[in-house]
């Protein structure tokens, strides 16, 4: 369930950072953050309901799902970054 709501989140966060991209690079900044923060939070609370509910695997579980936003994160802003310099010309 952690990680399937971590992908939907930053699916609907891709689809919220490309509308904003078409848009101001302020927009698309304050998206990409925002999608960031959203993760987050959707990781903290996974996480707190995990430990309060269970006694084993707290540590094991409690990385796993940083390293699930990690992973969604880079991949997340290297789609991002790589969308904001298309069509761009120095």
Request: proline letters at 1%; zero cysteines.
């Amino acid at each position: 369930m952690t990680v399937g709501s971590l992908m939907l989140v930053s699916l609907i966060g891709a689809l919220w950072i490309h509308r904003s991209g078409k848009r101001s690079p302020m927009q698309f900044v304050a998206a990409v953050n925002g999608m960031t923060a959203l993760k987050l939070f959707t990781a903290i609370g996974w996480i707190v309901a995990f430990l309060v509910n269970n006694e084993e695997g707290r540590y094991e579980y409690a990385f796993g799902t940083f390293g699930v936003f990690v992973v969604f994160t880079v991949v997340l802003v290297w789609g991002a970054l790589g969308q904001s310099t298309t069509g761009k010309k120095n």
